[in-house]
């Protein structure tokens, strides 16, 4: 029922910054725990950022903290991801996902965006 749609994405110089978006609809948005996630060519999708619904405590991999800043924004249904001082290393398609359980766990999420493509140049 819950739909995600990511945006915000795109090709950036190392050292560069882009913020993405993930717009929610058809479900009570505020009431998930929100997570980004990313996924490299030939490599597992991993857990970058999230933030639980009740009081919006915050979580990072450790590649990306003092960069990567995730926010939420319940009156327009929408989590952002700040990304600065990119790294070619975060060159990946990037998820955003809600759920209700484990914020680090993809398993633990219940619905799923299509993808933006963060492509991160040397």
């Known amino acids: 029922q819950v739909q995600l749609v990511e945006s915000g994405g795109g090709l950036v110089q190392a050292g560069g910054s882009l913020r993405l978006s993930c717009a929610a609809s058809?479900?009570?948005?505020?009431?998930?725990?929100m997570g980004w996630f990313r996924q490299a060519p030939g490599k597992e999708r991993e857990f970058v950022a999230a933030?639980?619904?009740?009081?919006?405590?915050?979580y990072y991999t450790d590649s990306v903290k003092g960069r990567f800043t995730i926010s939420r924004d319940n009156a327009k249904n929408t989590v952002y991801l700040q990304m600065n001082s990119l790294k070619p290393e975060d060159t990946a398609v990037y998820y955003c996902?809600?759920?209700?359980?484990?914020?680090?766990?993809?398993?633990?999420?219940?619905?799923w965006g299509q993808g933006t493509q963060v492509t991160v140049s040397s």
């Open positions: 996902a809600a759920g209700g359980s484990t914020v680090r766990d993809p398993g633990k999420y219940d619905y």
């Open positions: 058809g479900g009570t948005f505020s009431r998930y725990h």
């Open positions: 933030i639980t619904w009740r009081t919006s405590n915050t």
